[in-house]
């Protein structure tokens, strides 16, 4: 079945450090995929999304591209802030039929100043 | 738009009693679910709506119902509260779109604690 396999954390950078969170996955077909954040607290929000290969989805200085090649949809930002801390989940949403959305463990990231 | 809101916030229960979570959306949206967060596991689909009046199991469904009576409401109902299901229950909707580019919008959670 579909999957989503994204690093363990948590991650511990510092302030404007460059961030790599790893994501690939299992899919059939054409999946979309998608970085949500979830700020302490709170519910998860949309950060950036794709829906097909070698798109680029972009958000807040954040970048993902969809690697149909590599099954991947690695999350970057180049400078990294205190307010980035939170948890980042991977997800995909397949095209064949089905409603629901498959999501990674989520990452946790404290940024220190 | 108040988007997705979810009641009660916190609840502690004791094992065997019964209680129902809420949710609502203003967006007008066709899909709803039902997701668990618990550490370590990201989240696991619980039940869903693809529209009014319909609902389906996800990922781990034992334990739980829903309805989905009018379309802007989605209930989840624990039956006899056990202690694994401590947990945090997100509920999100979406549009439905086809072609797999729809987007979820998640309520601020519900605590469940079950002594």
Same mark, same amino acid.
């Given at each position: 079945?579909d999957?989503?396999?994204?690093? !363990?954390? $948590?991650?511990?950078l510092?302030?404007?450090a460059?961030?790599?969170?790893?994501?690939t996955?299992?899919?059939?077909?054409? $999946?979309?995929?998608?970085?949500?954040?979830?700020?302490?607290? !709170?519910?998860l =929000?949309?950060?950036?999304?794709?829906?097909?290969?070698?798109?680029?989805?972009?958000?807040?200085?954040? !970048?993902?591209?969809?690697?149909? !090649?590599?099954?991947?949809?690695?999350?970057?930002?180049?400078?990294? =802030?205190v307010?980035?801390?939170?948890?980042?989940?991977?997800?995909?949403?397949?095209?064949?039929?089905?409603?629901?959305?498959?999501?990674?463990?989520?990452?946790?990231?404290?940024?220190?100043? | 738009? *108040?988007?997705?809101?979810?009641?009660?916030?916190?609840?502690?229960?004791?094992?065997?009693?019964?209680?129902?979570? /809420?949710? *609502?959306?203003?967006?007008?949206?066709? %899909?709803? %679910?039902?997701?668990?967060?618990?550490?370590?596991?990201? /989240?696991?689909?619980?039940?869903?709506?693809?529209?009014?009046?319909?609902? &389906?199991?996800?990922? +781990?469904?034992?334990?739980?119902?829903?309805?989905? @009576?009018?379309?802007?409401?989605? @209930?989840?109902?624990?039956e006899? *509260? &056990?202690?694994?299901?401590?947990?945090?229950?997100?509920? *999100?909707?979406? %549009?439905?779109?086809?072609?797999?580019?729809?987007?979820? %919008?998640?309520?601020?959670?519900?605590? /469940?604690? +079950?002594?």
């Amino acid at each position: 079945g579909d999957s989503v396999t994204q690093m !363990e954390g $948590p991650v511990t950078l510092s302030e404007e450090a460059f961030l790599t969170i790893n994501c690939t996955y299992t899919a059939t077909g054409y $999946p979309s995929l998608f970085w949500y954040v979830q700020y302490p607290g !709170e519910g998860l =929000q949309l950060l950036l999304k794709a829906t097909k290969a070698d798109d680029k989805g972009s958000n807040k200085g954040f !970048e993902a591209t969809y690697r149909k !090649e590599t099954t991947s949809f690695h999350l970057e930002k180049g400078s990294v =802030q205190v307010s980035d801390s939170a948890v980042y989940f991977c997800a995909l949403r397949a095209t064949s039929g089905t409603y629901k959305y498959i999501f990674g463990t989520g990452t946790r990231l404290k940024v220190l100043a | 738009n *108040a988007g997705v809101t979810q009641t009660p916030k916190f609840r502690v229960l004791k094992t065997g009693q019964s209680m129902t979570l /809420l949710c *609502a959306q203003d967006m007008n949206h066709e %899909y709803m %679910y039902w997701y668990r967060q618990d550490p370590g596991m990201g /989240l696991r689909l619980i039940h869903y709506s693809v529209g009014e009046g319909t609902t &389906a199991k996800g990922e +781990v469904p034992d334990g739980y119902n829903v309805s989905r @009576l009018k379309k802007q409401n989605f @209930l989840l109902g624990l039956e006899s *509260a &056990a202690p694994s299901q401590t947990s945090v229950y997100f509920c *999100a909707s979406s %549009y439905g779109t086809s072609g797999g580019t729809d987007t979820q %919008y998640f309520g601020p959670g519900t605590r /469940l604690t +079950v002594l």
